[in-house]
């Protein structure tokens, strides 16, 4: 009968420690080839990451490979200020508790508080496949953030709501 208990219990505490191990308290992460990657999403409360990818357009056919792979880094950027934007607004809708309200007029007031910041952000990595394109990750930087997008509509007056939101 001790036998038992002791072996459920080895059990027990052996699942427990792989269940709690699994947990992830940071950036989500991954492997390629070997090497650690980066995953889109907070790293803390001052930066945001997300990934992207871009090729060159064909207007940029038969040019040099610089002009082609700088044409793909560009899309690349553009692409990944565009998703920064569509997240916040997501983080700033669901920090005030708000799910159903116009999206353009949030977008519109989180490219106009935040777009600074989100033009000057930095290309942390890149990657270059076989057809000259580019998969990147992006990183937006601030003191405070999180704080920042999180609460942005939380304490707006009744006058900003309706120009924002149309109420």
């Known amino acids: 009968m001790s036998k038992k208990i002791i072996i459920l219990l080895?059990?027990?505490?052996?699942?427990?420690?792989?269940?709690?191990?699994c947990g992830s308290s940071?950036?989500?992460?991954?492997?390629i080839k070997g090497e650690k990657q980066i995953?889109?999403?907070w790293v803390d409360?001052?930066?945001?990451?997300?990934?992207?990818?871009?090729y060159w357009g064909e207007e940029e056919q038969g040019k040099p490979a610089v002009v082609r792979r700088n044409s793909a880094r560009e899309a690349a950027k553009l692409l990944a200020q565009a998703q920064?934007?569509?997240?916040?607004?997501?983080?700033?809708?669901?920090?005030?508790?708000?799910?159903k309200v116009s999206g353009e007029g949030a977008k519109g007031y989180i490219e106009k508080r935040f777009g600074g910041y989100i033009k000057g952000g930095s290309i942390v990595e890149e990657e270059w496949n076989d057809?000259?394109?580019?998969?990147?990750?992006?990183?937006?930087?601030?003191?405070?953030?999180?704080?920042q997008v999180t609460t942005i509509f939380k304490n707006l007056t009744p006058a900003e709501k309706k120009e924002i939101f149309g109420e």
């Not at 940071?26 to 492997?31: M, R, V």
């Not at 920064?84 to 799910?99: H, P, R």
């Not at 394109?133 to 003191?143: A, D, L, M, N, R």
């Open 10 to 21: 080895t059990l027990f505490i052996g699942v427990s420690l792989f269940i709690f191990s």
């Open 26 to 31: 940071g950036p989500s992460e991954g492997y």
């Open 39 to 41: 995953m889109e999403g």
């Open 45 to 54: 409360d001052d930066h945001f990451r997300v990934r992207a990818e871009g």
């Open 84 to 99: 920064v934007i569509e997240k916040f607004v997501g983080f700033a809708l669901q920090g005030a508790g708000m799910t």
């Open 131 to 147: 057809k000259e394109g580019i998969s990147i990750v992006y990183e937006v930087y601030s003191p405070g953030l999180k704080n």
